[in-house]
């Protein structure tokens, strides 16, 4: 769960605002777990308006279930590190990329490379070159594979 956008007004030193808008990012590779908890969340914020009695006012602008990737194409890039002695790892990305909108229409997966620390999406976000190699290696194979071969192996 991120907190972004916090608007505070007035936004002045000493005095008590009269309003505070801000965005909840919430994310789970489970649709299910995802729904529970915001639900959870926001009956709690429901809760507490209630007992302080102030306003609230909830806009869920977006609200998209997580989508899994391909399995035949995950097993075809784990072969391919296998093959070229990388390590791997599944994970989940809790962002919002366009294989959300392409997992409908074709088979589709997501390849990471790792971030110095994690950080992605932020000025502190960095590769070394040799990790962005190593992920072209295998994005440069796969695609050969799907192209040219009948079977991944």
């Given at each position: 769960m991120t907190?972004?956008?916090l608007s505070v007004e007035p936004n002045i030193p000493n005095v008590i605002?009269?309003?505070v808008a801000f965005s909840v990012d919430v994310r789970h590779p489970s649709g299910q777990v995802l729904h529970q908890f915001s639900e959870q969340f926001l009956n709690k914020?429901?809760?507490m308006a209630g007992e302080r009695?102030?306003?609230?006012?909830?806009e869920n602008w977006m609200d998209e279930n997580p989508v899994n990737m391909d399995v035949v194409l995950n097993e075809q890039v784990e072969k391919i590190c296998r093959k070229q002695g990388?390590?791997?790892k599944y994970m989940a990305s809790g962002a919002g990329h366009d294989s959300q909108i392409f997992a409908s229409l074709c088979p589709t997966?997501?390849?990471f490379v790792p971030s110095h620390r994690g950080i992605s999406h932020s000025p502190l976000e960095y590769t070394p070159a040799k990790?962005?190699?190593?992920?072209?290696?295998v994005l440069?194979?796969?695609l050969y594979n799907l192209g040219y071969e009948k079977e991944i192996g």
């Open positions: 907190t972004f956008r605002p009269d309003k914020f429901k809760n009695e102030v306003g609230l006012s909830i990388v390590a791997y997966a997501l390849l990790d962005l190699e190593t992920g072209i290696k440069i194979e796969l």
